[in-house]
């Protein structure tokens, strides 16, 4: 599994690199899809229960699950999220980043401060003997703090043989339920915030899901293994 997320972290490198205003979301699909195969791996998503492209790609009030596309360029301002899973030797990798087009108010800086704070939080609780509900608390308690929403209808997952599996990993709960978590469990935590409302709603597209007040969200994704020494983060 961490040869699986190598690749993805080599994906989302190059295209960090090319983010820029201009780019249409489509450019950084077809990017992702050659360096994939470059690496003799897999894109995960592509064909998965009929998604036709390598990468999910989110921008501005988008959650999760966008769709690359010719029409949609990139603006100066924008936050563009980007969910990429890999297939390498039979284990797949799961990893998502939002990255900021240019420079971005102070608000959009924050949600993504915010997020990625909540995903580490949640990190440090994926020791031997905690529980589930554990990693959910430490997320939803930092995001509602700083006045920010976790996505109810969304979340985390297993992550090993398939790209999804059980458990769950809601971004919200209660401390000390759920699953008692051991050494050999790999989790993806995948936090996905928003400024306004947890709510969101799914387009006639069927794929992109988008905020309900189509205000802002971000989404961070990693892939973690549970050890006898703590978390071990595969897509770091």
């Not at 109810?152 to 999804?164: K, P, Q, S």
């Not at 409302?197 to 007040?213: A, I, M």
């Amino acid at each position: 599994m961490r040869s699986a997320n190598r690749v993805v972290v080599l994906v989302m490198n190059r295209l960090r690199e090319k983010i820029r205003p201009g780019v249409t979301t489509l450019d950084l699909d077809r990017m992702a899809y050659e360096a994939i195969l470059k690496e003799g791996s897999k894109p995960a998503f592509k064909g998965y229960r009929g998604f036709n492209h390598t990468l999910c790609i989110s921008v501005n009030e988008e959650v999760v699950h966008g769709i690359p596309s010719a029409k949609r360029v990139l603006q100066a301002g924008d936050l563009v999220s980007i969910d990429c899973g890999v297939l390498k030797e039979d284990f797949y990798g799961d990893h998502a980043v939002t990255f900021p087009v240019g420079s971005m108010d102070e608000k959009s800086q924050r949600l993504l401060e915010v997020t990625k704070e909540s995903l580490h939080l949640g990190i440090q609780e994926m020791q031997p003997g905690k529980r589930l509900g554990d990693i959910s608390a430490a997320v939803q308690e930092h995001v509602e703090k700083h006045g920010f929403s976790v996505v109810r209808d969304f979340v985390g997952h297993g992550v090993g043989r398939a790209l999804h599996e059980e458990p769950q990993l809601p971004n919200f709960g209660k401390r000390n339920t759920g699953l008692r978590l051991k050494p050999g469990l790999v989790l993806a935590i995948e936090p996905m915030v928003n400024v306004g409302t947890f709510e969101v709603e799914t387009l006639s597209d069927g794929w992109t899901v988008v905020t309900k007040d189509r205000k802002r969200s971000a989404h961070f994704e990693h892939s973690v293994a549970i050890t006898e020494n703590g978390p071990d983060i595969l897509s770091k």
